[in-house]
């Protein structure tokens, strides 16, 4: 991480508005990039770009390595020849304001059948070479992502723990008779993929030239019902039919009497250590093809991880197992060199985390939400914070800054209220001012909170098993005087030095051609 100090907006990229449903990699995208380089911020913080799971969630992927399909812009197909006008004309009326999944989701895919069906006609002649080219360089984690999906299909999407015998213990000659059969679905899939990293590789090109790193997110745990372990069940606690044998989860604790149960299958940290923990590097290395800084979700479990029992009613039957954090760390550096990290050690966090996230020499996570406890001495107050530190006025698991405020008891807002100095009648920008003003090197504001919006626009409830992820902006809400004010607050804190000026042309909303390493059609021309 750099010792600059500078800031940067939480924004996924399904929240930002436009057509068809569903925030994607599209026009509206490059627009919020000139949004931030006019509001002098440094960095965009993303979740995980993979395919969503279990109740839309990019936290519940079916792969760790690929894209989601969600996300690929249509707008762009339509100006590769890959889609006709037609073809989306047909869109339902999607609300603008949140993602109706259950709408969103099988349009985009008959759209991306569609955009397939011409690609094999001979439309968009001129990817056809980079489209090759890709999936002989992706072909380690790719070949067995689009078998994992057009074998699911073929299963009317049962979990693969449930697939005939021979495919699911992935025997070789089930393997390749399965990979005859679905050859073309096969191929659809990779060309998915395809279109998707064309897209974003274009996206990171255009924020990275006007200043903008991309911080991703590392969920550490996988999904059991993944390519991930379907392809490596040796490295994960599983029975060779699939059934896990311990999964994630949280021990007890103040919020919950019998902790939580997440279902992720643990690692076996034993087989992983044989190879040189390579799914680990490879992971990582894969992240860092996308972004410029990697974001570690559930950083604890790195140095030990609470395992419940399989098919355990509640987390209280579980145990700590020591993980060799160090290990892992070690083997990735050793491979790719240093990597710019932020870590993510809230929730129960012991000595041995701190020790681990020190030694590996960090940065570690400040929500200012968790502040206020009337204690001087608490952690999350900003005089506490070492600079090396990353101070977020909410992440996605929160509340709205001001819709936890104001769902606060009185004696709680007084605290809140006597440490700002202020009412609180602007909360929201009275916590991005103070986020801004702390000694840590980087700030990360969350859009809901710098648009001064309630719980309405939260956008993860933990626990909650559907009717997250959904929120979006509006287009209006992306004000240029909007930008121009925080901008302000952040040169006034001395986050503006390295960079960010404003683009050339007054117009945020014009734009030259995006050039791109495998000569994609311009959008936007």
Do not use: C
């Not at 070949?143 to 070789?172: C, Q, S, Y």
């Not at 590789?201 to 745990?221: C, E, H, T």
């Not at 190879?275 to 800084?293: F, H, K, M, N, T």
């Amino acid at each position: 991480m750099s010792a600059l100090r500078e800031s940067g907006v939480l924004l996924h990229p399904t929240s930002l508005p436009g057509p068809y449903g569903i925030g994607d990699l599209g026009a509206p995208a490059f627009r919020f990039i000139d949004w931030l380089q006019q509001a002098g911020q440094h960095l965009w913080q993303v979740m995980p770009l993979n395919p969503t799971g279990m109740g839309d969630s990019p936290y519940s992927s079916p792969s760790a390595f690929a894209g989601n399909p969600l996300l690929i812009s249509l707008e762009w197909l339509k100006g590769d020849g890959l889609l006709s006008a037609d073809d989306l004309a047909g869109a339902p009326d999607f609300p603008a304001h949140m993602v109706d999944f259950a709408a969103v989701v099988p349009f985009r895919h008959a759209m991306l059948r569609a955009a397939f069906s011409r690609f094999r006609r001979g439309a968009a002649s001129g990817q056809r070479a980079a489209f090759e080219q890709f999936v002989r360089d992706k072909a380690e984690w790719l070949d067995g992502f689009a078998l994992f999906m057009a074998v699911k299909e073929a299963h009317n999407g049962l979990p693969w723990m449930e697939w005939d015998e021979g495919i699911r213990t992935r025997e070789p000659d089930a393997v390749a008779g399965w990979t005859s059969r679905l050859a073309d679905e096969i191929r659809f899939h990779k060309f998915v993929q395809f279109q998707f990293f064309r897209q974003w590789d274009v996206l990171k090109q255009y924020a990275n030239k006007r200043g903008i790193r991309i911080i991703g997110d590392i969920p550490i745990f996988v999904s059991g019902d993944s390519a991930d372990v379907w392809q490596n069940r040796s490295q994960f606690k599983v029975e060779p039919t699939g059934e896990a044998l311990e999964v994630a989860g949280v021990p007890p604790d103040p919020f919950s009497a019998t902790g939580q149960v997440w279902g992720n299958p643990a690692f076996d940290w034993r087989a992983m250590a044989e190879d040189g923990y390579l799914w680990w590097r490879r992971r990582v290395e894969a992240l860092l093809q996308q972004v410029d800084i990697v974001r570690i979700d559930h950083f604890r479990g790195f140095a030990a991880a609470w395992l419940v029992p399989a098919g355990a009613e509640d987390a209280r039957s579980g145990h700590w197992e020591l993980a060799p954090g160090g290990e892992v760390f070690a083997a990735i550096r050793r491979e790719i060199g240093e990597v710019p990290i932020i870590v993510e050690d809230l929730g129960v966090i012991t000595p041995d985390v701190i020790a681990l996230r020190e030694t590996l020499g960090l940065p570690g996570m400040k929500v200012l939400q968790f502040a206020f406890d009337g204690d001087p001495r608490n952690d999350y107050l900003p005089h506490n914070y070492r600079p090396e530190s990353v101070v977020y006025t909410a992440t996605h698991d929160n509340q709205t800054t001001v819709g936890w405020f104001w769902s606060l008891p009185e004696h709680e807002r007084e605290h809140v209220r006597n440490y700002l100095g202020r009412s609180g009648d602007d909360i929201a920008w009275d916590m991005i001012r103070l986020a801004l003003q702390s000694p840590a090197d980087t700030a990360i504001l969350s859009m809901q909170d710098i648009l001064r919006l309630d719980d309405a626009a939260r956008m993860n409830v933990p626990g909650q098993v559907l009717g997250n992820w959904s929120w979006r902006v509006q287009e209006h809400q992306l004000d240029w005087g909007l930008a121009t004010g925080l901008r302000n607050l952040v040169e006034t804190y001395g986050r503006l030095e390295h960079g960010g000026r404003p683009p050339r042309d007054p117009n945020p909303w014009d734009y030259t051609r995006v050039d791109s390493p495998v000569k994609a059609v311009d959008p936007f021309a």
